[in-house]
């Protein structure tokens, strides 16, 4: 059963607008969330994250929004580039884990049209 | 930031027999983490390589199938044993960033194939 779930394999957006990505978690004890992003022949590369005791943290024109209550987050694009077409993966540890153990979704392909 | 190689890159191999695969650190760092991402699903921890002590494997995965070596602090191979078309993956290492918690920096991966 999957833990983290990101139900859109796929988004697509107009350079400029906003991009939405979203996921979803079920176990409580997960404390920390990260968002990775992969080019295709790449390994992950991390982009943001928040701990649980936050529900916004933002880096330029990255933001993620936590809703613990829900057990959801999201992550906005604005705005939205070309270059961050990629596939977004939602990930999330709990304290109480090994430390490698990343629990992740499936990700989510973004194609930012010019 | 690491700098973390793989090979090989991808491979093509027959149903039982093995392939190891190596991931190179420009750093010495004291863990090493080795990943599995079956198609369509999402990555999966296979086990944490610690120089000198026997791997951490997770659950569901054990170590007559994927034996880890970690002889040094830059260098860890992943063997993925008696193969069959279910070990078809993109194998990643990663090693922790020091910086954030969880933060992990990933190699470019190995895409395997078994037929």
């Known amino acids: 059963d999957q833990q983290v779930k990101q139900n859109s394999p796929s988004l697509s957006v107009q350079e400029g607008r906003i991009s939405i990505l979203n996921c979803d978690y079920t176990n409580s004890m997960f404390d920390y969330f990260l968002w990775y992003k992969k080019y295709p022949a790449e390994g992950p590369t991390f982009l943001i994250s928040?701990?649980?005791?936050?529900d916004k943290n933002e880096d330029g024109r990255f933001t993620v929004f936590l809703n613990k209550s829900a057990k959801h987050l999201s992550l906005h694009i604005v705005p939205s580039q070309p270059g961050d077409s990629a596939v977004y993966f939602c990930a999330a540890s709990g304290s109480g884990g090994s430390q490698g153990n990343l629990i992740f979704g499936k990700g989510t392909k973004l194609s930012v049209k010019p | 930031s690491a700098v973390i190689s793989q090979k090989p890159s991808r491979d093509i191999c027959q149903r039982g027999t093995s392939l190891t695969i190596q991931c190179q650190v420009d750093s010495q760092v004291t863990m090493m983490f080795w990943y599995r991402q079956q198609p369509g699903q999402s990555l999966t921890l296979i086990a944490t390589?610690?120089?000198?002590?026997?791997?951490?494997?997770e659950s569901g995965f054990v170590i007559d199938k994927f034996p880890i070596s970690r002889p040094n602090l830059t260098f860890s191979t992943l063997t993925v044993s008696n193969m069959s078309p279910e070990d078809s993956s993109i194998y990643l290492c990663?090693?922790?960033?020091?910086?954030?918690?969880?933060?992990?920096?990933f190699g470019p991966g190995t895409r395997l194939t078994v037929l």
């Open positions: 990663s090693v922790p960033s020091g910086l954030k918690r969880n933060e992990q920096f």
């Open positions: 928040i701990s649980s005791i936050k």
């Open positions: 390589a610690n120089q000198g002590s026997e791997a951490t494997y």
